[in-house]
């Protein structure tokens, strides 16, 4: 097992750094420029997840293994069944076999899909058949992942008569859903959402577009994590916009409370240690926002700050259970946590223990959210290669910023 030992930071060199291209939107923009071979796009992520999708995109081997990678499972699952006359099995590691699909299988099998379980009900690897999808309604319950309704709603403008996608009871992650919308909308794609359904309209064609995508602001969090465990701290990051498609662009309001400060400019965002956490107990409801929490969690612990993180229930069904596996590595830390299904609170505490080592679960973001403990204790973060499923060069940017 590699094991990577980062001694205590002293300080935090103001240098700016140029984060790779939001996954979520080159995820999404892949599927779209198959549908769309007109479609290019500028500043994609480099990230293992988009480079799997993309591979697997190209392959036309009847066997497409994609490892840990749960959204480009959820994204091929409905783009396959909707590519006709194409037959596959998709499949992926150990822990994606126990990662549930049935509601979107469910979904695609009532819109004509054929799709079969090879091994367990409801989990990959899954026998694709593409056929062509006639039907043009589905409902689907409102609080599952969004990439179930991602996938759904990516495909729609290509069905023959489009999609009506009613949702059943409360959605959630909402700005993730509104994040593929926009990027329909942007390749001029027509769709409304009225109540408690989205309409797609069908389109064959698109004119010539370029897309240049957002620096991922899931990434930038590790940063602004950093930034609020030194009170001296400024780091620079590029390219980033205040009206961002990304729900994680929250991240500057939210961390306002634990003293940093955003300032924007042009396509870079400044990031400021103010020396004034405004808060004794941070209450947060990241619904919109879960990949944030194990970030906010570390951060807190590391101020000394308690914290209550609701709407958490989609990460149990993470790369690992992410809930569990931050109660884990905080309390080997010395500190207190509490989770329900759905929530995460950890108790403020004054000491931090040393030298311990942090298991990462195979999770890229257990490794960067737990890398900026380093400003208060010397740490070791275990199978830190993990990183590369979401931000390949953060080692090497954490070294830019901290030796």
Not at 2 to 13: A, D, F, P, R, T
Not at 114 to 138: C, W
Request: net charge positive; charged share 20%.
């Amino acid at each position: 097992m590699e094991l990577l030992k980062i001694n205590k930071v002293n300080k935090i060199e103001n240098k700016k750094i140029q984060i790779t291209g939001s996954k979520s939107e080159t995820n999404r923009l892949l599927i779209l420029q198959q549908l769309y071979e007109n479609l290019k796009i500028e500043n994609p992520s480099v990230s293992d997840d988009s480079l799997v999708l993309q591979k697997a995109l190209d392959s036309n081997l009847p066997d497409i293994n994609i490892g840990h990678a749960g959204t480009a499972m959820r994204f091929l699952t409905a783009y396959f069944a909707s590519k006709q006359d194409f037959e596959v099995v998709l499949t992926g590691s150990e822990r994606m076999k126990n990662r549930p699909i049935k509601i979107l299988v469910d979904a695609l099998i009532f819109l004509g899909a054929e799709i079969q379980y090879l091994e367990k009900e409801g989990y990959p690897p899954l026998k694709i058949l593409g056929k062509k999808l006639t039907k043009d309604f589905v409902e689907i319950q409102g609080n599952v992942s969004s990439q179930y309704i991602s996938a759904l709603l990516l495909i729609a403008p290509k069905l023959p008569n489009g999609l009506k996608l009613k949702f059943k009871g409360k959605v959630t992650s909402v700005p993730y859903i509104k994040m593929t919308l926009s990027l329909l909308s942007k390749l001029g794609i027509k769709y409304n959402w009225n109540d408690n359904i989205i309409t797609v309209l069908p389109q064959l064609t698109i004119k010539d577009n370029t897309i240049k995508v957002e620096s991922d602001w899931s990434s930038a969090s590790y940063f602004y994590s950093l930034v609020a465990l030194n009170p001296k701290a400024e780091i620079k990051l590029t390219s980033y916009k205040k009206n961002s498609l990304q729900g994680d662009a929250t991240l500057f309001e939210i961390y306002e409370k634990l003293g940093v400060q955003t300032v924007f400019k042009e396509s870079t965002i400044i990031l400021k240690n103010t020396n004034t956490v405004i808060t004794e107990n941070l209450e947060l409801d990241l619904i919109n926002t879960p990949d944030l929490a194990q970030t906010i969690a570390v951060t807190c612990f590391g101020l000394g700050v308690s914290c209550n993180l609701t709407g958490l229930h989609t990460l149990k069904i993470k790369e690992t259970d992410r809930l569990v596996a931050l109660k884990t590595e905080i309390e080997k830390l010395g500190g207190k946590v509490n989770i329900t299904n759905n929530s995460i609170q950890v108790l403020s505490s004054a000491t931090i223990n040393k030298n311990i080592s942090i298991a990462t679960y195979n999770d890229h973001r257990m490794a960067m959210a737990f890398a900026p403990l380093a400003l208060k204790v010397p740490i070791q973060i275990e199978n830190p290669e993990v990183v590369s499923k979401s931000y390949p060069n953060f080692w090497s940017d954490f070294d830019k910023i901290t030796r």
